[in-house]
């Protein structure tokens, strides 16, 4: 079993030069990890808060976080996110679930955050999850098992496997994809924590998930936590708490604005309700995306959506209070291509539908 300790944390200063280090989230950060720090792991990062971090990002009771996972128990912790009613019989098996704070999860409630992580000077989409670690007596604690799961359907307490002695507490013959895993193939991993924030209700650690950890999945799936916390430095009766912050999501409509005024018209440019041909319809097809780096282009690791059959679109994962720049794909030049900074796209992958379209909507002015 290899051992991951990842107590360190910045220097909190004093009070009148609170946190000198900053919290800039690079590998000169004192609390930040990174995957070397984890070898033989499948690559995430994490950033341990100290005191002065925590308090500044505020408490999980405040509306700003959303808790999934709630687990209280004694010397070792184990549960996973459900909907199901907590009763009895299930802390037998050995689980420690609390309700409430333990619901079930989609992925597109789990926000995107593009940091620049690796150091190579362009910022990456990253799904960040939050834990709150609350130790009474003893500040450190291990975290034994982590697993993270996709699936259709949220998961239920009859699907529960590890009490069954089963590596994995889920399996794919119920509709579960397995995600991460803090364990290799042939060796059991653990991450030693120390319980370093503003106190209860506020957080320990953040996890930075790269988005290619959920390639390919839609964002209604379900996502499914399963942590053990101890024994080996055990919990001592405190409790732990995974959440994420608030997500917001943006919901639109590309649509044939016959009578280009930029508002979409029951009675398109002849003004008659009774021609239907003539109704400003939604357009199918298109992609549209989220210029997160702002040069005019989709480029890889950029959240987009195509339109369906009624011009509808959406996106999940979002922050809220933050502004987010929507473009579509009309054209090779509207991708990343040769000669661009990054990774090429390929157009044929965004074509939009044949035709000839001429974009009448454009609050950037920018053609």
């Known amino acids: 079993m290899a051992n991951f300790d990842v107590t360190a944390k910045d220097n909190d200063g004093t009070n009148a030069n609170p946190d000198p280090e900053g919290d800039n989230l690079t590998a000169a950060d004192t609390g930040f990890f990174d995957p070397s720090d984890f070898a033989g792991v499948q690559s995430f990062y994490?950033?341990?808060l100290n005191t002065f971090e925590s308090s500044a990002i505020g408490a999980t009771g405040t509306g700003l976080f959303n808790p999934f996972l709630n687990m209280n128990g004694d010397s070792t912790l184990l549960g996973f996110n459900t909907d199901d009613k907590i009763v009895k019989a299930h802390d037998d098996a050995g689980l420690d679930i609390s309700d409430p704070n333990t619901d079930a999860l989609r992925l597109g409630d789990i926000p995107i955050i593009y940091l620049d992580l690796d150091g190579n000077g362009t910022a990456e989409g990253y799904y960040q999850i939050n834990l709150d670690i609350n130790e009474n007596i003893n500040k450190q604690v291990s975290l034994d098992e982590l697993q993270i799961f996709t699936s259709s359907s949220s998961a239920t307490l009859s699907q529960y496997r590890f009490d069954n002695g089963d590596a994995l507490a889920f399996s794919a013959a119920d509709g579960f994809?397995?995600?991460f895993n803090l364990d290799a193939s042939d060796e059991s991993n653990r991450l030693i924590l120390s319980d370093d924030g503003a106190g209860q209700g506020k957080e320990d650690y953040i996890f930075y998930f790269p988005i290619?950890?959920?390639f390919g999945v839609s964002s209604t799936d379900f996502v499914t936590l399963f942590s053990q916390f101890g024994p080996t430095p055990a919990d001592d009766a405190g409790f732990a708490e995974w959440n994420v912050v608030n997500a917001a999501h943006i919901i639109g409509t590309k649509f044939n604005d016959r009578?280009?005024?930029g508002v979409r018209d029951a009675d398109g440019a002849d003004n008659n309700l009774a021609t239907i041909a003539d109704n400003e319809s939604g357009l199918a097809g298109f992609t549209v995306y989220i210029d997160q780096n702002g040069n005019n282009k989709l480029d890889v690791g950029e959240q987009s959506a195509l339109t369906d059959a009624n011009g509808a679109f959406r996106?999940?994962?979002?922050?809220s209070n933050t502004s987010y720049t929507i473009r579509e794909v009309l054209t090779a030049a509207d991708v990343n291509g040769p000669g661009?900074?990054?990774?090429d796209v390929t157009f044929a992958d965004y074509d939009p539908p044949p035709g000839l379209w001429t974009q009448t909507t454009d609050p950037?002015?920018?053609g």
């Open 177 to 179: 994809t397995l995600r």
């Open 212 to 214: 290619s950890t959920f």
């Open 259 to 261: 009578n280009g005024d």
């Open 46 to 48: 994490l950033k341990h």
């Open 340 to 343: 661009d900074v990054g990774t």
């Open 364 to 366: 950037l002015n920018d």
């Open 315 to 319: 996106f999940d994962s979002l922050l």
